[in-house]
């Protein structure tokens, strides 16, 4: 219990203290004008309220990711707790603000146009094409979920067919509708309801007495999987994930003071990395111990385990939480996912959004592309999702760093999380099931030596200079 407790009040600490650093080394200036009040177009640019902000970039970023991945995560033991709270506080939460911030200071800017700026033209042309690629399938895999969830909730004439119907329309208008119209109004609704389950089941285990295990090293996985970088992978949302900071720019484009930032994009984060802890303490304590969790996984899965718990632990309450959160979560993070997409693609090819016709120009080709993708058995390209996730964290961790190098900050804090999210993913392809399966010691060295190979680089190019973009002449500003 001490080990749980500690690692929440690490992430409070990591607000206070290191978000507050960050804030320092970024240089956020409240007297500048943001893109929600320079460029207002009352669809992608308007001026919402913080605390909506907060709560829609919660929801944005957190979904079920925290609660699915902590379980599975919570697999390898209370190991699991040093990474989210360790991750959170110096590799996610980062991530999340610097990127947020970058992109608010680049007229709320995609997250493929600020990587090709800082890694050049041909890094922005793949990561066009991969993000949208990725947003596209984020969007489908949550359409079937919820569909048959729905379904088996109604009547049978409603079935999976006429469900993913319905989400498929709703995804469309929160596409192509002014943002504070749909999402605006229903995301704080489940973002709360995100934050009340967790808190609710946080103190359950602790008032109720349950067992939660202290922080050890040791790997329990049943399977045996190692931790490095399997541990890395499996909790993503809750530690550190790409897809996070394709979210960002969503927000950046309606916040209205740069002050922000510090509680909407770090603060997110650490509040995610809380729910996270909480359910990787729930995983264990909850069925006593990793075989029970372990069992319970096998016999219904994620969504099962999550029922399971918040419905004893919290009672009917637990029961419609949980079912929101399973039904609800999964959707918000699809709808967004094709946002994103839609303005990818408007910044690629510079398409200013303002007219209707002009975003059901671009909306209507990635639908089309969504709905034949659900006749698609995928199964295969998707279990590869949770590594092209942690890559895309890497890539962009990479473009903080060569911006904060850039524009002579302490680049250290966003190259040495660069650095491990690089070995991690290069050694989960080496050495994963359907990747080239190399034994855990082999994979993991060369792991480590890409690693060096990167580094080396970097410091190379950082001595050599980096071209004419330097300090405040790249128009992000100087560090105050």
């Excluded at 990395?273 to 969790?293: C, D, E, N, Q, S």
């Excluded at 839609?342 to 690629?348: E, H, K, M, P, V």
């Excluded at 855990?440 to 060096?452: C, E, F, I, K, T």
């Excluded at 680089?457 to 950082?462: E, P, S, T």
Aim: hydrophobic share 55%; net charge positive; glycine share 12%.
């Amino acid at each position: 219990m001490y080990s749980f407790l500690g690692a929440i009040l690490f992430l409070l600490l990591g607000y206070a203290l290191y978000a507050r650093y960050l804030a320092r080394l970024f240089g956020a200036d409240p007297a500048r004008v943001t893109p929600a009040v320079a460029s207002a177009d009352g669809v992608d640019f308007i001026v919402m309220p913080p605390w909506k902000v907060f709560l829609i970039q919660l929801l944005n970023i957190a979904g079920l990711g925290p609660i699915f991945g902590a379980l599975q995560g919570a697999l390898f033991g209370p190991v699991a707790f040093l990474w989210i709270a360790l991750g959170s506080v110096f590799a996610g939460a980062v991530h999340d603000y610097l990127g947020g911030m970058i992109s608010l200071r680049q007229n709320g800017a995609s997250l493929s146009e600020i990587q090709g700026r800082f890694l050049g033209l041909g890094m922005q042309r793949a990561m066009r094409f991969f993000t949208l690629l990725m947003m596209v399938l984020v969007g489908v895999v949550f359409v079937t979920g919820p569909a048959k969830l729905l379904a088996s909730l109604t009547p049978a004439t409603l079935d999976t067919t006429f469900w993913v119907v319905v989400i498929f329309l709703y995804y469309f208008l929160a596409t192509v509708l002014p943002i504070d119209m749909l999402i605006g109004r229903l995301y704080p609704v489940f973002g709360v309801a995100l934050m009340v389950m967790a808190l609710g089941v946080g103190g359950a285990l602790l008032l109720k007495g349950y067992r939660i295990p202290e922080i050890s090293l040791a790997n329990l996985h049943p399977q045996k999987l190692p931790i490095f970088p399997m541990l890395f992978i499996t909790i993503a949302c809750g530690a550190i994930s790409g897809f996070h900071a394709t979210q960002s720019p969503l927000m950046a484009r309606c916040m209205a003071n740069e002050r922000l930032g510090r509680p909407i994009f770090y603060g997110a984060m650490i509040a995610e990395g809380v729910i996270a802890l909480v359910w990787a303490a729930a995983g264990m304590a909850f069925y006593r111990g990793i075989p029970g969790l372990d069992q319970a996984l096998a016999a219904s899965g994620p969504g099962g385990a999550v029922h399971t718990i918040t419905t004893t632990l919290l009672g009917t309450t637990g029961g419609v939480l949980a079912m929101l959160g399973v039904i609800a979560c999964p959707i918000t993070s699809g709808d967004t996912a094709f946002r994103s997409a839609r303005l990818i693609l408007a910044d690629a090819l510079g398409i200013a959004q303002g007219p209707i016709s002009r975003r059901l120009l671009l909306a209507l080709p990635l639908f089309a592309a969504g709905t034949a993708l659900t006749f698609v058995n995928f199964e295969v390209i998707w279990r590869y999702f949770a590594w092209a996730n942690q890559t895309l964290a890497a890539v962009t961790l990479w473009a903080l760093a060569v911006f904060l190098a850039r524009s002579g900050r302490n680049h250290w804090v966003a190259t040495l999380p660069a650095l491990l999210m690089s070995a991690v993913c290069l050694a989960y392809i080496l050495q994963a099931p359907g990747g080239l399966g190399l034994g855990p010691r082999l994979s993991n060295s060369l792991a480590v030596g890409w690693a060096a190979v990167l580094m080396m680089g970097f410091l190379g190019r950082k001595r050599s200079g980096w071209g004419p973009e330097t300090g405040g002449r790249d128009g992000l500003g100087s560090p105050s």
